[in-house]
């Protein structure tokens, strides 16, 4: 299984992005599909995550500002990110979960300055 990332960028503050992940490979149907940050120093994170039949859930600190949705045809989960803060300067990861099995992609960095 492959996930590939993309849509990072640079951004100044209240500006927005679009991260998109395209999962391939043996998985058709991920049961889970999501994005994690991590700042410099710090510890990977949970941003969203959508499980599904279960919905989604959100960082309390992304709550309101940011959505993840999935396209299943195109086995691909997105992460619009609105209203960013320079706070939300990371590194994001794809994650996808099937039946216990966890795959990451590649880290897109994302940068906002103030």
């Known amino acids: 299984v492959q996930l590939q990332a993309s849509g990072g960028g640079s951004v100044q503050a209240g500006g927005s992005l679009r991260l998109s992940c395209a999962a391939s490979g043996s998985i058709l149907r991920p049961n889970a599909m999501g994005w994690y940050r991590q700042a410099p120093g710090k510890q990977r994170e949970l941003v969203a995550l959508n499980t599904r039949g279960a919905g989604s859930n959100y960082a309390d600190s992304v709550k309101g500002r940011f959505t993840i949705s999935v396209d299943d045809a195109k086995n691909t989960v997105y992460l619009q990110m609105n209203s960013l803060k320079p706070e939300d300067t990371a590194v994001y990861y794809c994650?996808?979960?099937?039946?216990?099995?966890?795959?990451w992609g590649k880290g897109t960095q994302v940068t906002v300055s103030s």
């Open positions: 994650n996808a979960v099937h039946y216990g099995m966890a795959y």
